[in-house]
């Protein structure tokens, strides 16, 4: 069965978290963590993957936090994915035609798939 690990279902509560914000205001992991209950340890590593995928940027300092990058209408769900989990191949054994047909079916639905329409 196809399943999304939690760390991908949380980089996306992140991320919409993150979306919702005021433009150009930054997010403290802090108050996501509070208002999500989510871990902040675990928020601090999947922001790390968020950021250095390029999806999110850090701010220092005492008002610090993050933003959004890219613009949500710009990052798939396949983005995400391979930010948190790798390489986005969704059925294993590639090497049957069936299997490579539908992988690559599946990857472009998750391609075409924005945040902004989760």
């Known amino acids: 069965m ?3 690990r939690r760390e991908t ?11 919702k914000s005021k433009a150009g205001m930054v997010l403290s992991l802090n108050e996501v963590s509070k208002n999500t209950k989510i871990s902040f340890l675990f928020l601090q590593k999947i922001a790390r993957k968020l950021r250095l995928s390029g999806l999110i940027e850090a701010h220092q300092g005492v008002e610090g ?3 959004l990058k890219v ?9 995400i994915i391979e930010a948190t989990e790798g390489k986005c ?5 590639e090497n049957e035609k069936k299997l490579i047909k539908i992988n690559k079916k599946i990857v472009k639905i ?6 902004s329409q989760i």
Do not use: E, M
Request: glycine share 6%; aromatic share 8%.
């Open 110 to 115: 998750l391609d075409q798939t924005k945040l």
């Open 65 to 67: 936090g993050y933003r």
């Open 71 to 79: 613009d949500s209408k710009k990052i798939s769900l396949k983005k």
């Open 2 to 4: 196809f399943s999304i």
């Open 89 to 93: 191949c969704v059925l294993p054994g």
């Open 9 to 19: 279902n949380y980089a996306i509560t992140l991320l919409k978290a993150l979306d």
